[in-house]
């Protein structure tokens, strides 16, 4: 939003303040208005939009609250700026409570006023932003679970449609924490084999014994600790789908089990000589390069073919960094409610170091990050250094791990230090009240630096 394009009404009996700070901020290039008393500013509200509001405490007739009461009913969206010169903690606490977003204690500074209004146009454009990314995420942008806007994922997404209407197998591949199990899920929900069970292995969590036993069941007395029969996976996945995770880690005697199945469509479990027949689609990942593998001789060739019937790519995030602001939003939304945090986005400057991040971990990374950041934040904009993405220093050894208390102690100290000690300007940037502030103070038993005499 351009300051032309700003709108702010300022609403204060007094005519000498009206008028200086018409000029202030015109001067920055913002358009403005002024009404004298509550009344000629709610006539206002009633007939022009307006995106700021800065409006006097104490007025005759009509005070600065009934007007911030009648202006949250009549234009909500309008941010609104109280000017009292009765500071109190009660009075700011009053008004915040009832919506408005900041105070400002008169005598003030032209630059004081001029940094505020700076803030609350960013935030507006920040929200306006966000709001467009909920729109996109209600967009087609979605295979189930797994969002995107790239064109590579899209691909993705079309190719795992088609593969879904079909019975073939599915071989999965990409790095880790790029949501291949996430698009085999997708797969089976949009597949004929939706209302069947989808079942999980990951091959790579257990010993081959125990692995044998989980995909094929086993008899009573098969080894050691087989009191009972037991039903294995391909049989709890029997008319739906197994998913066979990190297939790449398979020993050579599984992988002979695996292509008998694939083929037969039979197996015995452990211990037991009675053939079971099995009706599964079967969907397998890895993020090992299969074709090298097979050159190595440690994957089987024919293994391999019957699983890379259709084989789908998932591309790293790095590939598709178009999708950050929008995995960040849908992150945000989904978590919201789980952490009982309400967030209105993210900082330019977060989100540009989101944009430059390698991501090694891939959307799995990005998603924990998030949720660092929506837990450790203090305000409701998610700023760079609740992401906790910042090294060491070259050569400096990284810091150990901090519980989620130190984190906001160390920070609400440095802001502190850095504002002097100023507890309106550190709330300001911190974006809590002066209140909050105070209490965290309290609890951290941090002291604020003596004023300069």
Not at 177 to 204: D, N, Q
Not at 206 to 229: D, I, P, W
Not at 366 to 379: F, P
């Amino acid at each position: 939003m351009s300051t032309a394009s700003t709108r702010i009404l300022i609403v204060d009996d007094e005519e000498i303040v009206r008028e200086s700070l018409t000029g202030w901020l015109e001067k920055d290039g913002y358009t403005v208005a002024s009404a004298a008393d509550g009344p000629s500013a709610i006539e206002k509200l009633h007939h022009e939009p307006w995106a700021i509001l800065l409006v006097d405490m104490k007025m005759p007739g009509m005070d600065g609250l009934q007007v911030l009461e009648q202006a949250r009913k009549i234009q909500p969206q309008a941010t609104t700026v109280i000017m009292t010169a009765y500071a109190t903690v009660e009075t700011a606490v009053s008004a915040m409570k009832i919506g408005a977003y900041d105070y400002l204690v008169k005598p003030f500074d032209p630059e004081e006023l001029s940094l505020m209004i700076q803030k609350i146009v960013r935030q507006d454009e920040l929200l306006r932003e966000n709001e467009t990314l909920r729109r996109a995420l209600k967009r087609d942008y979605h295979f189930r679970d797994l969002v995107s806007k790239s064109a590579l994922m899209q691909n993705v997404f079309e190719l795992a449609r088609t593969a879904a209407r079909s019975q073939s197998t599915i071989l999965v591949l990409g790095e880790s924490g790029t949501g291949k199990e996430l698009l085999a899920r997708a797969i089976h929900i949009e597949s004929p084999r939706h209302s069947g069970p989808f079942v999980a292995v990951s091959c790579a969590a257990l010993t081959e014994t125990l692995l044998e036993s989980e995909l094929f069941g086993h008899e009573k007395g098969a080894f050691t600790g087989a009191a009972a029969r037991r039903r294995g996976t391909f049989e709890t996945a029997q008319g739906g789908t197994i998913f066979l995770d990190e297939i790449g880690d398979v020993s050579p005697k599984l992988q002979v089990d695996l292509l008998r199945v694939l083929e037969d469509r039979r197996f015995c479990r452990v211990g037991g000589s009675e053939p079971i027949a099995v009706d599964v689609r079967v969907i397998a990942a890895t993020n090992r390069d299969l074709n090298k593998a097979v050159l190595d001789g440690t994957f089987r060739d024919d293994l391999f073919y019957r699983l890379n019937v259709i084989p789908i790519t998932v591309p790293p995030l790095r590939d598709r960094r178009e999708d950050i602001p929008l995995l960040v939003e849908h992150f945000i939304e989904r978590m919201s409610a789980e952490l009982g945090r309400k967030v209105d986005g993210v900082s330019r400057d977060a989100m540009a170091m989101l944009m430059s991040h390698p991501f090694p971990g891939n959307v799995r990374e990005l998603r924990n990050i998030v949720e660092r950041a929506m837990v450790c934040a203090s305000g409701p904009v998610l700023q760079v250094i609740d992401f906790g993405l910042v090294g060491p220093a070259p050569g400096q050894p990284a810091a150990p791990p901090a519980s989620l208390e130190e984190v906001e102690r160390r920070h609400i100290a440095a802001i502190l230090e850095q504002s002097g000690g100023n507890v309106s300007q550190a709330a300001r940037i911190l974006d809590i009240d002066r209140v909050t502030l105070y209490n965290k103070i309290k609890k951290y038993g941090l002291r604020l630096r003596e004023p300069a005499v």
